[in-house]
């Protein structure tokens, strides 16, 4: 009988560690928005799954604006934000907390000559007062200006640094940095700008007043054109079990060699 009840007591205790285990472990955590944050949440899903066995982490890249849009209407846990919330969407009960810092590539056609352009340059090259490689140290050709669509973080964020805001006069407005990596690849008279995380081979990235926009100019500041990776949360209503520990993860210093792995530079 004491057998039996040990062998009794010993399958209850297994039960409930499994029991402990799985409520530990499982759930969902959700995020949505960037594009340009592509490769740095991607990283740090795909660590926090592996320390976590059992939870689920999804990445919905629909644009800055559309994912803090989704925050809002509670379509998703994490909202990601490649610029700092504007007044209004902080006045709507939205906190964003700054995961790391990214450069904005400004990029060419691996044929095109021109390797340095200064902010003011640039401006005016986006703004079409400069329409004509010629007038900025390439060939005679007429530049093609590739951007991103309207709600961009990126489009905000280059905007804003180069005083361009609502004055880019561009020939195509795309929906993801990749896109506008392809079209500038495909293109020698094309001239865009995508994340530093996300530039690619195909293209080139130039220097700004001399700088090259790697992670060291990001971080010292030299490199001028250049914006936050935001995590957009409500405000007061707390976060999910997991989702919470996804942002405890992702905002401590253990995340910092992930995040400079995926091209940013770590807030913390």
Do not use: C, Q
């Given at each position: 009988m004491k057998k039996f009840a040990s062998l009794m007591l010993v399958a209850v205790l297994a039960l409930s560690v499994m029991a402990g285990c799985s409520q530990k472990t499982s759930g969902t955590v959700t995020t949505?928005?960037?594009?340009?944050?592509e490769k740095v949440i991607g990283a740090l899903g795909e660590a926090f799954m592996e320390q976590n066995g059992g939870v689920t982490f999804t990445y919905n890249p629909t644009g800055s604006g559309s994912g803090i849009q989704a925050v809002l209407e509670g379509r998703c846990d994490?909202?990601?934000?490649?610029?700092?919330?504007?007044?209004?969407?902080?006045?709507q009960g939205l906190t964003g907390t700054v995961l790391a810092y990214d450069g904005i590539a400004v990029i060419v056609n691996p044929d095109n000559p021109v390797s340095d352009l200064d902010v003011d340059t640039i401006a005016k090259i986006f703004t079409g007062e400069i329409t004509n490689w010629k007038d900025a140290g390439g060939h005679d050709a007429e530049i093609v200006l590739i951007g991103r669509e309207a709600g961009s973080g990126t489009r905000d964020g280059f905007e804003s640094i180069t005083g361009t805001a609502d004055n880019c006069q561009y020939r195509q407005e795309l929906t993801s940095t990749g896109d506008v990596i392809t079209a500038v690849s495909q293109n020698p008279d094309a001239?865009?700008?995508?994340?530093?995380?996300?530039?690619?081979?195909?293209?080139?990235?130039?220097?700004?007043?001399?700088?090259a926009p790697t992670e060291d100019a990001v971080k010292d500041g030299s490199y001028v054109i250049q914006r936050p990776f935001v995590l957009v949360t409500?405000?007061?209503?707390?976060l999910s079990e997991q989702a919470q520990?996804?942002?405890?993860?992702?905002?401590s210093p253990d995340a910092a060699e992930l995040i400079s792995g995926a091209g940013a530079v770590a807030a913390n």
């Open positions: 949505d928005g960037s594009t340009s944050m994490i909202g990601l934000s490649s610029r700092n919330l504007k007044e209004e969407e902080s006045a001239i865009g700008y995508a994340s530093l995380a996300s530039v690619k081979d195909t293209v080139r990235a130039v220097t700004v007043g001399g700088v409500k405000t007061d209503t707390p520990k996804f942002f405890d993860f992702a905002t």
